[in-house]
C-alpha cells in the first residue's frame, strides 16, 4: 500500500482546502445564474484550488487558459483590423 506524502507543517489541511475549492466553485455556479455574485471569477478560483487535487479541475483550468489565450489574440486582431489606417503625412508648401 503506497504511503500518502505527509503535507508541511504550516500548509492548509486537506479537508480545508477542497471544503474551500468546493465552496468557491459551488458559488460561482450560483453566481452565473444569480446577479448578486461574481460567478466566473469564483468559478475560476475555485478551479484554482481544486487543481491542486483534482485531474478533472486541472484540465479544466489547462482549457480556460488556452480559451483566455485564444480570445486575447482574437481581441488584439479585430483591434488591428478595425483600428484606422494611419493618415498620409501632408507636407504643405511653403514659398
Known amino acids: 500500500m503506497p504511503m500518502e506524502p ?5 500548509s492548509v ?9 468546493w465552496g468557491l466553485l459551488l458559488a460561482g ?5 444569480l446577479p448578486i455574485l461574481p460567478g ?11 487543481a491542486r ?3 478533472w479541475a486541472k484540465r479544466a483550468v489547462y482549457k480556460a487558459r488556452r480559451w483566455a489565450v485564444h480570445l486575447r489574440r482574437k481581441a488584439r ?3 488591428r483590423a478595425s483600428a484606422p489606417a ?4 501632408r507636407r504643405d508648401r511653403v514659398s
Open 29 to 33: 455556479i450560483a453566481g452565473c445564474i
Open 53 to 55: 487535487d483534482y485531474a
Open 40 to 50: 466566473f471569477p469564483l468559478v475560476i478560483a475555485g478551479l484554482l484550488i481544486l
Open 6 to 10: 505527509k503535507e508541511q507543517s504550516g
Open 13 to 21: 489541511p486537506s479537508w480545508l482546502r477542497k471544503a474551500t475549492g
Open 77 to 79: 486582431a479585430r483591434r
Open 86 to 89: 494611419e493618415p498620409a503625412v
